[in-house]
T-cell receptor, first 111, second 115 residues
Framework: GENVEQHPSTLSVQEGDSAVIKCTYSDSASNYFPWYKQELGKRPQLIID?????GEKKDQRIAVTLNKTAKHFSLHITETQPEDSAVYFC??????????FGKGTMLLVSP | DVKVTQSSRYLVKRTGEKVFLECVQD?????MFWYRQDPGLGLRLIYFSYDVKMKEKGDIPEGYSVSREKKERFSLILESASTNQTSMYLCASSIGLAGEGDTQYFGPGTRLTVL
C-alpha cells in the first residue's frame, strides 16, 4: 500500500520567516495530495490540496508544490504568523482509495 | 457548514470493558471514517464505511469493530478494551472518497484512556 513520509517532525521559525514541510509518497499512481492543519486541541482541517495534473497551487500565504517524477510534494508558508503554529499533516490518495497520512509536523512560530 | 460530532470528548474505561464511540454527521455524506491519533504516528485509519451497513478495514483494525446502521451515524466498538488502545479517536466524513478530491471533515475527537 501507499507510504507517506513527512519531514521535519518539528519546525521552529521566527514570525515573518517562511516554513517548508516536505512529504514523499511511494505509490506513483497517487493523484490527490491534501494538507490538513490541526491546532492544539482542535480537529484537523483541510487547508490546501493539489491534484497530480497540477504542479503548484497557491492560496494567499500558503502554497503546495508537487514533483511527480520524484514523488514528493511540499507545503510552503510565507510570512509566518503565530496563528500558523499547529501540527500539519500531508496525505496521499489514488482513485477511489482512502487517504494515507504522514506522521505530522509540529510548526512553532515565535513572535 | 458540515458538522461532525462525537459522543464524548473524554472517556475513561477499565481494561476488558466494552466501549462504544459514536459519531454523527449532518451533511448526508456517504463515507465515514474512524482514525486513531497517537503522538509521532500521525493519523491511522481503523475502519471506514462507504454506505449503510458497509464497512472496510483500514490499516489497524485489530481489536476494533464498527457499525453503521444509519447513514448519519458510525460507531466504533472496542470489544474488550486494553491499555494499548488508550489514544485520541477521530471520526471523519466525506461526500466521496479521497481519490475523487473530496474533503474529509473531522469530528472534535474522543480522548480514550483505558486503565
Amino acid at each position: 500500500g501507499e507510504n507517506v513520509e513527512q519531514h521535519p517532525s518539528t519546525l521552529s521559525v521566527q514570525e515573518g520567516d517562511s516554513a517548508v514541510i516536505k512529504c514523499t509518497y511511494s505509490d506513483s499512481a497517487s493523484n490527490y495530495f491534501p494538507w490538513y492543519k490541526q491546532e492544539l486541541g482542535k480537529r484537523p482541517q483541510l487547508i490546501i490540496d493539489i491534484r497530480s495534473n497540477v504542479g503548484e497551487k497557491k492560496d494567499q500565504r500558503i502554497a503546495v508544490t508537487l514533483n511527480k517524477t520524484a514523488k514528493h510534494f511540499s507545503l510552503h508558508i510565507t510570512e509566518t504568523q503565530p496563528e500558523d503554529s499547529a501540527v500539519y499533516f500531508c496525505a496521499a490518495s489514488k482513485g477511489y482509495s482512502t487517504l494515507t497520512f504522514g506522521k505530522g509536523t509540529m510548526l512553532l512560530v515565535s513572535p | 457548514d458540515v458538522k461532525v460530532t462525537q459522543s464524548s470528548r473524554y472517556l475513561v474505561k477499565r481494561t476488558g470493558e466494552k466501549v462504544f464511540l459514536e459519531c454523527v454527521q449532518d451533511m448526508d455524506h456517504e463515507n465515514m471514517f474512524w482514525y486513531r491519533q497517537d503522538p509521532g504516528l500521525g493519523l491511522r485509519l481503523i475502519y471506514f464505511s462507504y454506505d449503510v451497513k458497509m464497512k472496510e478495514k483500514g490499516d489497524i483494525p485489530e481489536g476494533y469493530s464498527v457499525s453503521r446502521e444509519k447513514k448519519e451515524r458510525f460507531s466504533l466498538i472496542l470489544e474488550s478494551a486494553s491499555t494499548n488502545q488508550t489514544s485520541m479517536y477521530l471520526c471523519a466524513s466525506s461526500i466521496g472518497l479521497a481519490g475523487e478530491g473530496d474533503t474529509q471533515y473531522f469530528g472534535p475527537g474522543t480522548r480514550l484512556t483505558v486503565l
